[in-house]
């Protein structure tokens, strides 16, 4: 079993940052590939980017590759997204996921594990 709790959400300014964590339990946190999506109110939720145990291997949505940011590190079990350049629209509880494996990390039933999410607010 593995647990994710993120952390880092908050109330920012248009054009400001943020960098969320998402912390897992379990020991073989590594191996796994983690991803950051996010759910906006009435909006389905959706797949930011994605990074492979190596951290050499990085997956991103277009709208949010240059500003968004993914990394982990494995020795503090802990994966990171740094968001600049934040605007209104991007507003929406953000969550980290967890796939043992898989193909197509974009897609949300690839993951096996989710956090309970942390809320990320852009005011204009």
């Known amino acids: 079993q593995v647990q994710l709790v993120e952390s880092g959400g908050g109330l920012v300014q248009a054009g400001g940052s943020l960098r969320l964590s998402c912390a897992a339990s379990?020991?073989?946190?590594?191996?796994?590939?983690m991803g950051w999506f996010r759910q906006a109110p009435g909006k389905e939720r959706e797949f930011l980017a994605a990074?492979?145990?190596?951290?050499?291997?990085?997956y991103y949505k277009n709208s949010v590759k240059g500003r968004f940011t993914i990394s982990r590190d494995n020795a503090k079990n802990t994966v990171y997204l740094q968001m600049n350049s934040l605007k209104p629209e991007d507003t929406a509880v953000y969550y980290c996921?967890?796939?043992?494996?898989?193909?197509?990390?974009?897609?949300?039933?690839?993951?096996?594990?989710w956090g309970q999410g942390t809320q990320v607010t852009v005011s204009s």
């Open positions: 996921a967890a796939a043992i494996r898989g193909s197509d990390y974009t897609q949300l039933r690839e993951y096996d594990y």
């Open positions: 379990g020991r073989t946190f590594s191996t796994y590939v």
């Open positions: 990074i492979r145990w190596s951290g050499r291997t990085t």
